[in-house]
């Protein structure tokens, strides 16, 4: 394509399309992540991110009504960037674009640069009906799913780009995707990374050290602290991965069993071990038969005992022990960075159960109904000096978690009876390298989670403390008036106080079932909003607390409207009835009006805004409203629904349809916990 030709008004984003594949034609390109990018549809072009970079900056919140353009935009986007061979893709983090390809023109990249700056033209046309809607056809906004596909995030509520104060969601591990779950991976395996630089305070070995030189247990500041211990931590993997968030274990739900656990699945599927098809070649490599490990592939293993056995009798015992043993260790580590050798979920000796050996129970729903009917802080989250005490959380769920995790090796040589009488014997922190090899190779006779020194050194423990953290939340819902007695305390290594703690929205997240999110975008208006069925799993469809409809960002609109929802109605219109089974409640809009001021007068801040500009947020700043769907979703789930379909109606003080007005950046469906 010559310059001549992408400066014509046709230029869109079929032309920069063609600029990319004419980059990678008949090159031979390695396997990388981002694949061709350039064939996604358009909206999941622009919401596509590179580990936490955007290809295409986001246009600016909001934009104005009077008016007013986004020029430099081009220049901030990774595309561009990228195509440049600018920073980070100089080779210092990532090469040059297109991977695998050839330089694109600097005249080619020139126009895809004011492509960008004149608002992408065609991405909001190819996913919204801008006339009459083809519920059949291409002018749906698709959703392929609650997880949504990895470099595809439209439909994934952790990498929606979060800003103006929106909460990022906490969700239950088990209703998490696979491309979420690839992405924690990812944060862990980066601050694992950093424990070769041992004064880094971002490592993973220094985080942890926080837990064993400063935990607080057994009384009042135990809920505080971790609430922040966990916020500090979570922060430390945004900044390697900035769409990820810490999920939570629901532990006493039916797939553990919590009446029986050893029968259920133990731990998270999660946070399992399993070989991949590389692992095969590693292992092939260092002499170890892996077309015998074929049929292992892919399988969940919840211990490494558990793994070894099914090795054994794969190939043979010669291979679980020494050496190969240790290749085993590497090759499942690098499949599964939350998985931990040092752990053995529920293994109490032959024969024997939690309830037998520790003489505790595996924490049950009912056992957290009355942990959460509790009237006073004292009783739930522990007595201060004055009424010292445990609290009942602390005690069973959270001290039963770490034991029922931890376990017992049951691979640990056995002891002679004098060796027993220690009952500290587990207790060894003198001496480990923790999170380096030779120490996750070794045989401790109990898991690391047995032990509050070491606890921290386990994945497993961060999704069950935010799951305690969330069970704080759920309580402090129903008792606001249930505080601390020392508020004013200081939460060492921190600057924190126990007051700063109270309100968990403050550290800027929410606890959520599932959900998805679709990338609308502010730059044409919306005649008709329909998303395709979006999937509900059924560890979603049974535990939500509440359902709600989020309209993101939607600016300040000239006309008064309200905007109908309706679930599984594709067709609904203006004319469908409010008493349809389908129809799930409004939002109602009061209109800006006509500017009344001079140029620019309705000109929102730049997003980036100036280093100390220190005025209030602008009364025209786009917000969320949010749509309470619970009745209609519970309604259709009970009766057999597996998808739910969300339609938009806007209509207009006349009570007609308005197909001109309405605006917004995106839309939600969030199954709140």
């Known amino acids: ?94 090469p040059r674009l297109p991977w695998g390809g050839t330089p694109v023109a600097d005249a080619d990249i020139d126009r895809i640069e004011r492509w960008i700056d004149e608002g992408c033209p065609g991405a909001v046309i190819d996913s919204l009906d801008l006339g009459e809607v083809d519920l059949a056809g291409a002018s749906r906004i698709e959703v392929k799913g609650l997880a949504g596909p990895v470099f595809a995030p439209a439909t994934d509520p952790a990498a929606w780009r979060y800003r103006s104060g929106e909460l990022r969601q906490r969700m239950d591990i088990d209703a998490m995707g696979e491309p979420q779950l690839e992405r924690l991976r990812y944060a862990f395996r980066e601050i694992y990374n ?19 030189n400063h935990c607080q247990h057994g009384w009042e500041r135990f809920l505080p602290w971790h609430r922040i211990y966990l916020y500090e931590f979570e922060q430390v993997l945004q900044d390697f991965c900035p769409d990820v968030t810490l999920p939570w274990w629901d532990f006493p739900a039916p797939r553990y069993c919590p009446e029986d656990p050893p029968s259920g699945e133990r731990i998270p599927r999660a946070l399992k071990c399993f070989l991949t098809d590389a692992s095969l070649v590693f292992l092939a490599s260092k002499g170890i038969p892996a077309d015998g490990l074929r049929d292992m592939v892919g399988k969940l293993y919840t211990s490494l005992h558990d793994f070894l056995a099914a090795v054994s009798d794969a190939i043979g015992p010669d291979y679980i022990t020494g050496a190969p043993r240790e290749r085993f260790i590497d090759a499942l ?27 505790y129970h595996y924490p049950t729903a009912a056992d957290l109904d009355e942990i959460l009917a509790l009237r006073t802080f004292r009783d739930f989250g522990g007595g201060s000096l004055y009424v010292d005490s445990f609290g009942f959380l ?92 020392d508020l004013d305390s200081a939460l060492t290594p921190w600057s924190y106080s126990v007051r700063d703690t109270l309100d968990m929205h403050r550290f800027g997240y929410e606890y959520v079932r599932g959900g998805c999110i679709i990338p609308v975008g502010l730059g044409n208006t919306v005649s008709r909003f329909v998303s395709a069925p979006v999937p509900v799993p059924e560890t979603v469809g049974k535990g939500f607390r509440s359902a709600e409809v989020r309209l993101h960002r939607v600016p300040q609109l000239p006309r008064s409207c309200f905007i109908r929802v309706f679930l599984n109605v594709p067709d609904a219109d203006a004319s469908t009835p409010l008493t349809h089974e389908g129809y799930a409640g409004y939002a109602a809009v009061f209109g800006h009006g006509d500017c009344y001021g001079g140029p620019g007068h309705c000109d929102l801040p730049d997003d980036r805004g100036r280093k100390f500009d220190l005025r209030e947020r602008s009364m025209n700043t786009p917000r969320n409203h949010r749509i309470d769907v619970t009745r209609a979703a519970r309604r259709l789930l009970a009766a057999g629904a597996k998808t739910i379909t969300i339609s938009l109606v806007v209509i207009d003080a006349s009570y007609e349809e308005d197909r001109e007005l309405l605006r917004l950046d995106g839309v939600s469906l969030n199954f709140l916990d």
């Open 1 to 94: 394509m010559t310059s001549d030709e992408a400066d014509t008004d046709l230029f869109g984003y079929a032309a920069v399309q063609d600029i990319l594949r004419a980059a990678v034609e008949g090159q031979a390109r390695p396997a990388d992540p981002l694949g061709d990018f350039w064939e996604l549809p358009l909206p999941a072009f622009l919401a596509l991110r590179v580990m936490g970079t955007p290809l295409i900056e986001p246009a600016p919140s909001g934009g104005s009504c009077c008016g007013g353009g986004s020029s430099g935009r081009g220049a901030r986007s990774g595309l561009v960037r990228g195509l440049r061979g600018q920073s980070p893709f100089d080779g210092t983090q990532y």
């Open 194 to 212: 950093l424990n070769k630089w041992p004064g880094d305070k971002r490592s993973y070995n220094n985080l942890a050290l926080i837990h064993q």
């Open 333 to 359: 580590l690098e499949s599964n960075s939350l998985w931990y050798p040092l752990r053995y979920p529920g293994e109490f000796g032959p024969k024997q159960t939690i309830n037998s050996r520790i003489h």
């Open 394 to 485: 602390d005690q069973n769920p959270h001290n039963t978690m770490h034991i029922w995790t931890g376990g017992f090796n049951p691979d640990f040589p056995k002891q002679p009876p004098e060796a027993m009488a220690d009952r500290n014997r587990a207790v060894s922190v003198a001496g480990r390298k923790f999170h380096q090899r030779d120490d996750l190779y070794s045989q401790p006779p109990t898991g690391d989670m047995l032990s509050n020194l070491t606890a921290s050194y386990d994945p497993v423990f961060w999704p069950i403390h935010v799951n305690i953290d969330r069970l704080w939340w759920h309580w402090q819902q129903e008792h606001p008036e249930g505080v601390p007695a």
